[in-house]
């Protein structure tokens, strides 16, 4: 039975070890979060996304026709004289100023497009960090929870031995003991392999290679402003992505319907006919007869018309969003408060007063064991409402455009 002691006392060792070399550099939530804006690959996409349609309004604002040179040259032969023709053109050709400005218009709106989605990016991205991290803390939590259980169990293998070596209980009481410690190092190791898989998703997000500790606790419940839900909508990118999208839209008709103004142009010739010199000086009228510009204005209108009903329709999505995460939240709250009120105090003295009656006697192993498991799983389920509490708060801000 020594030799159980001292495996159970090295794995506790060995754990523990394994818990404060797991990770190097210690992480905040809100550190995390400030790294995530700053790193994460699809908010620098967002990002360099927006500097792609500033370049676009940079060629929007200039002329989209380059000037035209022509030039002809030929020999005239007649009645035995012999002489070089000249023929040289230059032409350049305008828009109307509306198609100009339409296009400007539509390069603008890309921008404040782009510009909405890197906020509707960075919040979905903020959520998934913090949720992460919040379950990254938890899952430390447990971890810390099992080790005290692989205490309370190598302490019960020891009672469950000295009394068998007494005679007060059979050798099935110690072999009992020895699987319920067992079951709770493998049930260690898989929440410490989850834990793993947890925080290098996080540090896929944070774009760092080094291993992090995620520190802090679970945060306590807290009151919810009434104007978190009242101002969400107005605090939600999706609305303004929707909006941009919206004025691209009619930006597009306004390019389609500039098809419809006279195109012009102006030009300067300079011919030599034999011995004659001759300057002239043109005029060029496109007229708009055919091509009107009809596929970009039923285009636009279409698009306007479409983005206006997701409009509505993503305003009415947004408050009942919010409205139920503050009522889901406000739930997981009542969740945690029953189990604070009503359930974790004096589990610590439950223990205690039960391994000391089995110690005695007075209570047989498997009755010791099904308090221990009962005291575990209600302290787990307190760290699955705490995190369930937690999420639900963040879910409550994103969705009420707070985390951005």
């Known amino acids: 039975m020594r030799v159980a002691w001292r495996t159970l006392a090295l794995v506790a060792a060995f754990a523990s070890g394994a818990s404060t070399a797991w990770a190097q550099v210690p992480l905040t939530l809100s550190e995390a979060l400030a790294k995530v804006r700053e790193r994460a690959p699809q908010i620098v996409s967002a990002r360099l996304a927006i500097e792609e349609a500033r370049a676009r309004l940079a060629g929007a604002t200039h002329l989209q026709s380059n000037p035209e040179l022509d030039l002809a040259v030929g020999n005239r032969q007649g009645n035995g004289e012999r002489s070089t023709d000249l023929d040289v053109g230059v032409a350049q050709s305008f828009e109307p100023g509306q198609r100009r400005s339409s296009r400007q218009a539509m390069a603008n709106a890309s921008i404040a497009h782009s510009t909405a989605s890197l906020e509707e990016i960075t919040r979905a991205t903020l959520l998934d960090t913090a949720t992460l991290f919040l379950r990254s803390l938890q899952l430390s939590e447990r971890v810390r929870l099992l080790d005290r259980g692989l205490e309370l169990a190598g302490d019960i293998l020891q009672i469950a031995d000295r009394r068998f070596r007494a005679g007060d209980v059979a050798i099935l009481d110690v072999n009992i ?45 807290s009151n919810v402003d009434a104007s978190l839900v009242a101002d969400a909508t107005n605090r939600r990118s999706e609305m303004r992505v929707l909006e941009a999208a919206i004025q691209e839209a009619q930006a597009e008709e306004q390019f389609g319907r500039s098809f419809g103004r006279v195109e012009y142009g102006f030009g300067a010739r300079y011919q030599r006919e034999e011995h004659n010199h001759i300057l002239l ?32 329709a993503t305003r009415i999505r947004i408050g009942i969003e919010v409205r139920t995460a503050l009522a889901a939240y406000q739930s997981r709250v009542e969740a945690v408060q029953v189990l604070e009120r009503d359930a974790l105090p004096g589990l610590d003295e439950s223990v205690t007063l039960a391994t000391r009656s089995f ?30 509490a937690a999420i639900a708060r963040v879910e409550l801000d994103a969705r009420a455009g707070v985390l951005r």
Not at 187 to 205: D, F, N, P, T, Y
Not at 361 to 366: F, P
Not at 367 to 386: H, M, N, P, S
């Open 177 to 221: 003991a020895r699987a319920a410690a067992a079951r709770i190092r493998s049930e260690r190791q898989g929440v410490v392999a989850e834990r793993i898989v947890i925080v290098g998703e996080l540090k896929q997000l944070l774009q760092l290679e080094d291993d992090i500790t995620p520190q802090g606790d679970l945060p306590a419940a």
């Open 281 to 312: 000086g043109g005029l060029t009228l496109t007229l708009p007869m055919l091509s009107k510009g009809q596929g970009p204005i039923a285009s636009g209108l279409a698009r306007a018309t479409r983005l206006r009903a997701e409009l509505d």
């Open 359 to 388: 110690e005695v006697g007075q209570i047989g192993l498997a009755e010791l064991l099904l308090i221990r498991r009962e005291i575990i799983d209600t302290r787990v389920q307190y760290l699955d409402a705490l995190l369930e």
